[in-house]
């Protein structure tokens, strides 16, 4: 599969983030792809001295990495380890396969109502009421493929399956699959379905999953040729019985990029599109994202929300936090502290570009009709 300086620069910069907070884990994870991406750059230029400046790159990202490999027992609190059983390399399992139980449910996610309907009757319904789906021969678990534009609530979506049908969590990043410093691939899928197996319940969510299950092209990367059969063989093998199926949740910004066969039914026999916010989400999220912040008299949700249509959640955010810094700038350069108002928002609004463009949009209608 080839790669990008753009590529690069995301890996790399997940990496260094990572590192920076202490989840040397998942630091590690990212900054060895990062390196992998960088000498696979090298070899494809023609400059000698570009080619030595790529590698010596490299040979930094992966000093870092083996930094990480020492400090890798000081990672981030709040997630509890899969499994401690060493894998056919000698790396523990627990260095990447976490889980968790989310707190998060449809409750806290705002609007969506649709794409909430879809998700129940397709996966929360039939392991709520197994007796009834077994009558009528629902399967219960199996693959859904949340897509859409990025900020759009996706793993939020997934993390509120989980608590919906009270099952554990496993996030996974398609970097922490594939690290070499975890052993080979395929055998890192096949111990992360082992570890979700052993629970009663349990999602495994595996976000920017094109990366991990792209379209296979003759002369791709050896790796990917083996990976993707190995996951599609998971998917395949998944134990329906005993109400102790699990659910395979991969999230997407990019469906295209899919390989065909992971589309196909018994695969990810769901599709779910989770689009922009619709008014009563745009409200909804207003009231959270100012909700904890003093606002002036004149502020006018309704109004507000009619001019957000086409942002992105994350775009509605930004503008909540944009505009509680104005008062605050003018609150530490010496002026009497005020709430923030109307004003301040139709500023950074006007001054904000919705991050989904219509060409992105119609390009996830044509997928939603044609699955292409």
């Not at 990025?150 to 399956?161: D, E, L, R, S, V």
Request: hydrophobic letters at 40%; one cysteine or more; charged letters at 30%.
């Amino acid at each position: 599969m080839a790669v990008s300086f753009a590529t690069f620069e995301r890996l790399k910069g997940k990496g260094v983030t990572a590192y920076k907070s202490g989840d040397y884990v998942t630091a590690r994870s990212y900054l060895v792809e990062a390196a992998e991406c960088m000498v696979e750059l090298a070899q494809g230029t023609k400059s000698p001295e570009a080619r030595r400046q790529h590698e010596e790159i490299a040979a930094e990202l992966i000093d870092l990495a083996k930094d990480c490999q020492a400090r890798k027992g000081k990672t981030r609190s709040g997630k509890g380890l899969a499994s401690e059983k060493e894998d056919d390399s000698g790396a523990n399992t627990s260095d990447w396969v976490v889980k968790d139980k989310p707190n998060i449910g449809f409750d806290d996610i705002a609007g969506l109502e649709d794409v909430k309907q879809d998700i129940r009757l397709k996966m929360i319904y039939p392991f709520a009421h197994p007796e009834l789906a077994h009558k009528y021969g629902i399967a219960i678990g199996g693959g859904v493929l949340l897509y859409g534009p990025p900020g759009t609530g996706k793993t939020m979506m997934a993390k509120a399956i989980a608590h919906e049908i009270g099952a554990t969590f496993f996030l996974i990043s398609p970097a922490q699959v594939l690290s070499k410093w975890v052993g080979e691939a395929e055998q890192n899928i096949r111990k992360l379905f082992e570890a979700a197996k052993a629970e009663e319940k349990a999602v495994i969510f595996i976000d920017e999953v094109e990366a991990l299950v792209p379209r296979r092209k003759s002369g791709g990367s050896t790796v990917m040729q083996r990976v993707v059969p190995q996951i599609l063989q998971e998917l395949e093998g998944f134990d329906r019985k005993d109400g102790r199926a699990l659910l395979f949740v991969g999230a997407t910004n990019k469906p295209w990029m899919l390989d065909e066969a992971m589309l196909r039914p018994g695969r990810l026999d769901a599709k779910v599109y989770v689009g922009l916010p619709d008014a009563p989400a745009r409200f909804k999220l207003l009231e959270i994202h100012l909700g904890d912040r003093p606002v002036a008299d004149d502020m006018d949700l309704g109004e507000l929300c009619d001019q957000l249509e086409g942002y992105s959640g994350a775009d509605i955010r930004n503008v909540c936090q944009r505009a509680a810094t104005i008062p605050f700038m003018e609150s530490v350069a010496g002026q009497e502290p005020r709430p923030i108002s109307m004003r301040d928002l139709r500023s950074v609004i006007e001054d904000t570009a919705r991050s989904v463009h219509e060409a992105d949009l119609a390009r996830y209608e044509r997928f939603e009709e044609t699955g292409k």
